[in-house]
């Protein structure tokens, strides 16, 4: 792969990484509720789901990295996790309003 792939592809590694800590550590710290704009309730109620999601977003960062590293199916890998990721984006837009 050449640089400027990886860079990009390591960016969005990074970002979903940052979002599974979000989701899974500090979903009810005032850093979570302020980033998703939550109230405390809200949450409590839902932490155990934002952990669920944050493990996936976690699964999509470790992909990617995976496609990093190996230089066996780099390109093959990477267009896989990439494209798991624009799926979960549409969805999320379509989703949520």
């Known amino acids: 792969m050449r640089t400027i792939q990886v860079f990009f592809i390591a960016l969005v590694a990074f970002i979903h990484f940052y979002f599974m800590i979000l989701e899974m550590f500090l979903w009810t710290k005032p850093k979570g509720l302020k980033t ?30 995976w496609s990093v590293v190996n230089r066996s199916f780099s390109t093959q890998i990477a267009l896989f996790f990439l494209t798991c990721v624009v799926i979960a984006g549409i969805y999320g837009a379509y989703s949520t309003g």
């Open 36 to 65: 998703f704009g939550l109230n405390k309730d809200f949450a409590e109620q839902s932490k155990v789901l934002a952990a669920n999601q944050g493990l996936y977003n976690g699964f999509l960062a470790a992909g990617l990295i």
